[in-house]
């Protein structure tokens, strides 16, 4: 399954300049999925995350 994930910094505080750009980190990549078939239906067991790749300031992710 591919994904694309996109983070944007939460919106500024009042009083900001208008032209302050929010801070933005883009993932891209696979999940490998390994699902297992049991009496209960089907079990997700291993997921797996490859990054293909990204673009942006990381520290997104962090909270402030």
Not at 37 to 57: H, M, P, S, V
Request: proline share 9%; charged share 25%.
């Amino acid at each position: 399954t591919s994904i694309r994930a996109f983070h944007q910094q939460a919106p500024p505080p009042s009083g900001t300049p208008a032209s302050a750009v929010p801070r933005t980190f883009e993932w891209l990549g696979t999940y490998r999925d390994r699902w297992m078939r049991t009496d209960r239906g089907w079990f997700l067991y291993e997921r797996e995350c490859e990054t293909r790749a990204f673009i942006g300031d990381q520290s997104v992710l962090r909270p402030d």
